[in-house]
């Protein structure tokens, strides 16, 4: 080891070996593909243990044959393992720090999520409630602007829509969600233009809040990120915004809630839930005849 | 057997070839540019507020195969460097071209992924999971990217057949760099695609 400046270089597997690590390399990680694919399932929670060791098992053969730490001065060998145990142990110190937070942050985070205004600074807006439950009342009497009517079903501007004297035949709708899918269980409903409608929103699910609010047809992006922009204070929807014709108040997982109002004028328009994200998947067509 | 001793000795302290020791000791803290990555993806794992989650979008079979094309450049970048010391020229060629193609190719496979994830409407700013996904394997995109410009380079100098034992010092620690960002993706693949792949909506599991 001492005779040769040079003795690092020394001697390189054989292109036999090579083919061998690869060979080993490659059932590795059909192994590892078919633990989850098709079934991701297929043998339950060993899954993370048994990936963790595989990969763990590709990585140490690359760098013993491959970078040929095993053939090599072991100066390499320790500068490379001491700034991995340097990587690891930063690793494991940063998820023990938020760990040691405790709680659900995601639920903290639901309930207290401050909206981001372009070129606004979104804070003092909304106080944050001290108390990180993942159920918040949509209508927190503490919130300073809460510009909302109230957490009240609103029943958004209907009675000028009325085309017909007076034909509102009284008509019952229902609609769900499919389960915690941020899917509506129903993705049409329909109803005669004047007919006085009471729609009964349960919230199937047993993670999110939801809402149902029926908009003019083509804006339901348009009012989900105005609903952003409102907040949670204001149930996500935007106060005051003509498109909303009606909606209910934001529903925590499991509640239910009746909105009344009359069939607007005939055409198409649109529902959706205007929590932030759930309009790309959760809205419909409402027909009105 | 071929070693490159033919080549002048260089007198270090250590015995050891400074620039192999570099490339070591930078291999080293780069763990720990990654390690502070992947801790950030899983510490965020299953807390955006919205989606699309990793369930709606991760295809693990297309990664897979992308995984394998990487593997087999790794193969193929020892190829060139055991031609290398055999100074077989027509080989060295060969083999560097072809790990610099396959690199291409995952690198096609991950502008593939990219933008389909970005039809999707996941972007880097659409919620906790789109920011840390894009940032960790975005980073060691760039790392292969790197790694293929080098290996192009190295392919210039094998044209002008200026290489060959005595400069296998150089193909080593381009192989040294490359097999590196072959264990990162070993580990990026499965972190991120078989244990967090099917991550949905709603986190069951704090703190992974």
């Known amino acids: ?289 | 057997m071929a070693h490159a001793a033919e080549h002048a000795i260089e007198e270090t302290t250590t015995g050891l070839n400074h620039r192999k020791m570099l490339m070591w000791i930078f291999l080293g803290s780069d763990c720990m540019f990654f390690a502070a990555l992947i801790a950030t993806y899983m510490v965020y794992r299953g807390q955006s507020l919205n989606g699309p989650y990793p369930n709606d979008i991760i295809s693990v079979p297309i990664t897979t195969i992308s995984t394998f094309v990487l593997l087999c450049s790794s193969f193929a970048m020892v190829q060139a460097l055991a031609a290398t010391n055999r100074n077989d020229q027509k080989w060295i060629r060969i083999w560097l071209l072809a790990t610099a193609f396959l690199g291409a190719i995952f690198i096609g496979f991950q502008i593939f992924e990219f933008n389909s994830f970005k039809n999707e409407g996941l972007t880097l700013g659409a919620n906790l999971f789109g920011a840390t996904f894009f940032t960790l394997t975005g980073f060691h995109g760039a790392h292969v990217t790197i790694g293929i410009i080098w290996l192009l380079g190295m392919f210039v100098v094998a044209m002008k057949g200026r290489l060959g034992p005595a400069s296998s010092l150089d193909v080593e620690i381009l192989g040294l760099y490359w097999h590196f960002v072959d264990i990162v993706w070993i580990i990026i693949f499965t972190l991120l695609y078989l244990i967090a792949g099917f991550d949905t909506g709603p986190a069951p599991l704090a703190g992974g």
């Not at chain 1, 036999?16 to 060979?23: D, E, H």
């Not at chain 1, 769900?176 to 009471?198: C, K, P, R």
């Not at chain 1, 509640?255 to 790309?280: D, I, K, L, R």
């Open chain 1, 1 to 289: 080891m001492s005779s040769s400046p040079q003795t690092e270089q020394g001697h390189h597997p054989s292109t036999k070996q090579y083919v061998l690590v690869a060979i080993i390399l490659f059932a590795i990680t059909i192994v590892e593909f078919f633990i989850i694919f098709p079934n991701k399932d297929l043998i339950g929670t060993a899954k993370i243990p048994v990936l963790v060791f595989l990969s763990a098992i590709k990585f140490a053969i690359v760098i013993m044959f491959y970078m040929h730490l095993k053939f090599d001065h072991r100066m390499f060998t320790m500068f490379f393992l001491a700034g991995l145990s340097l990587a690891f142990a930063a690793g494991i110190a940063v998820l023990a720090m938020f760990a040691a937070l405790g709680g659900e942050p995601r639920a903290y985070a639901s309930a207290n999520a401050i909206p981001y205004v372009e070129g606004e600074h979104g804070a003092e807006t909304t106080k944050p409630t001290a108390v990180p439950l993942p159920t918040l009342p949509p209508a927190d009497s503490t919130a300073p602007e809460s510009k909302a009517p109230d957490a009240a079903p609103t029943t958004a501007p209907t009675s000028e829509e009325k085309p017909s004297g007076g034909a509102g035949a009284a008509v019952s709708l229902e609609i769900g969600t499919n389960g915690d899918a941020l899917e509506f269980s129903q993705s049409a409903l329909s109803a005669d233009s004047g007919s006085q409608i009471t729609l009964t929103f349960t919230n199937n699910s047993s993670v999110n809040q939801h809402n149902w609010v029926l908009v003019k047809t083509g804006s339901k992006d348009e009012v989900a990120t105005a609903g952003t922009a409102a907040g949670p204070g204001a149930g996500w929807i935007p106060p005051g915004d003509d498109r909303v014709l009606a909606a209910t108040g934001l529903l925590d997982a499991g509640a239910s809630e009746e909105v009344s109002f009359t069939a607007p004028a005939p055409g198409t328009y649109q529902f959706v839930c205007t929590f932030p994200g759930h309009n790309f998947s959760m809205f419909g067509d409402f027909t009105v005849k």
